[in-house]
């Protein structure tokens, strides 16, 4: 049972945060492997759901942006439109899990039309990547990735 909490615990935080995920697996000890797995799993499961309603998720915000006054463009939005216009759904991906949410990334990507199909693919190859990236980190440094625990 206490397993099973472990590789949830990584599984549903690595849904909402990818780097949440290596560093939920290395403070509860699990392997390296298989924190890399399920850091993976949970962004995949976060980008499988959300590029089914990411579009509709994406006119949600925008209603919610105009009833209640917020502005259209922020920081974030503009940083997030000059990666789209320099590399496209590969820039969003590829940048996914280091600045974005799994969320975020893949209503962004849905928002600018992507078909599902490719946001799966590309999504699923960068979170493999970082996924083996940052979790090899978070396990070489852990003293350092310890202190802000």
Known sequence: MEELLKYMSV????????IGGPLAGMSLGMPYLETVLL???????SVLVFSFIGREAARWYARYRRNYSRPVFSRRS?????????????GVAFFTPLFLTPVFGTIVAAVFGVPRRQIILHMLWSGT???FILTGMVY?????ALEYL
């Open 78 to 90: 503009r940083r997030v439109v000059r990666i789209w216009r320099n590399f496209g759904v590969i």
């Open 140 to 144: 070489r440094f852990q003293e350092v």
């Open 129 to 131: 990547l970082w996924g």
């Open 11 to 18: 599984y549903l935080i690595s849904m909402v945060k990818f």
């Open 39 to 45: 850091t993976v799993a949970g962004m995949m499961t």
